[in-house]
């Protein structure tokens, strides 16, 4: 891609504002820090003459022209990474990520993440976020987490996809991002809601906690399935009645309110029923294992990550406006881990508990 220019007339409107706000107005590709990059680096004139200063005051009828370099390629370098690719075009990729691939390059994975495949599979088509030619990621899945993901492929739409991932559909828009977790126990009642801020561990900086100085996190969430087993535990039933079987696990559907590192594995933790199969959460419950028979212990251990799937997506297209629903339906280990748990016997619907 070539570098380019543009040229924009300053109408009366305009008089007396900052150069870098009339210039996002009319440049909607370029998000207002590159803008301002831009300016600083000598790229814009008023009138013929270079303008550094980002809140210089422009007059109406000025002639702005902005000069656009061509985006640099990417310090990542492009990989060949196989990816299932859910949708596409000028603007966005969906991708069903799979598990054990890291978002992006940082210590430890320099090599082998999403948006070293993601430059190797967009090439040209990405015209740049800030300048280098690299994906715009607006949000991220942990390395064992599977499920959909969407990336930005121009400024434009990394701009209005942040919006979007920051209000988390809380002003009514139909934005949505829904999982399917399979945790250890299963909640009384058959929905709730987690409303709990979440911060650093204070000792170890690889986790997070529930802590009341954090940054508020919200977690809706649905019992859909309760799993027991012939060597399920029992606990008294509510007056009068038979004892009933106490569910060994359950699946349940998430959706976010808000987009912490590590919520819902956090946010489940905190109220007993943390991730099967997660570790850093939940190593006090891996002997639940026992209650299990064969085949469904075996699925579990077969697992080897957090029981976690980006089940549903819906936003509103950055640039056409047009509502985008995904939905993925379980991986294969998953589904495999599903079908065992299902086969144990109770299996109670929500509400018949």
């Not at 190797?120 to 899945?141: D, F, K, Q």
């Not at 640039?319 to 629903?325: F, K, P, Q, T």
Request: hydrophobic share 40%; net charge positive.
């Amino acid at each position: 891609m070539t570098s380019s220019q543009k040229t924009i007339r300053v109408g009366d409107h305009e008089s007396g504002e900052r150069l870098d706000r009339v210039l996002a107005a009319h440049v909607a590709e370029l998000s207002r820090t590159r803008l301002k990059a831009l300016i600083e680096a000598g790229s814009v004139a008023i009138d013929g003459s270079t303008i550094r200063d980002p809140n210089a005051r422009v007059n109406s009828g000025a002639a702005i022209r902005i000069a656009i370099p061509a985006p640099a390629e990417a310090k990542p370098a492009a990989e060949p990474i196989p990816l299932v690719i859910v949708h596409e075009d000028d603007d966005i990729v969906v991708i069903d990520k799979p598990k054990d691939l890291v978002v992006h390059p940082a210590a430890g994975h320099r090599s082998g993440t999403l948006v070293n495949a993601l430059i190797a599979h967009c090439g040209a088509s990405l015209s740049g976020i800030g300048g280098e030619r690299r994906p715009g990621i607006v949000h991220r899945l942990d390395k064992d987490t599977t499920g959909l993901m969407v990336v930005a492929k121009n400024d434009r739409a990394h701009r209005a996809l942040a919006a979007q991932f920051a209000g988390h559909g809380r002003s009514g828009g139909p934005f949505e991002r829904g999982y399917l977790a399979f945790a250890w126990g299963a909640p009384e009642r058959p929905h709730g809601t987690i409303d709990r801020p979440i911060g650093r561990h204070p000792r170890a900086r690889d986790r997070m906690a529930v802590r009341t100085d954090g940054r508020a996190a919200v977690t809706h969430w649905q019992v859909l399935e309760r799993y027991g087993g012939p060597k399920g535990r029992r606990r008294p039933g509510v007056g009068t009645g038979a004892p009933r079987s106490e569910p060994v696990a359950s699946l349940i559907a998430c959706r976010l309110e808000t987009g912490r590192t590590h919520q819902i594995r956090v946010h489940l933790a905190s109220i007993g029923h943390p991730l099967m199969g997660d570790d850093l959460y939940g190593p006090g419950f891996r002997t639940k294992a026992a209650l299990f028979p064969p085949p469904a212990r075996a699925a579990l251990a077969s697992l080897g990550r957090q029981a976690l799937h980006a089940h549903i997506l819906t936003v509103v297209h950055p640039v056409s406006g047009e509502i985008l629903r995904f939905r993925s339906e379980l991986p294969p280990d998953l589904a495999r881990l599903h079908d065992k748990l299902a086969a144990i016997g109770l299996n109670l619907a929500i509400g018949k508990s």
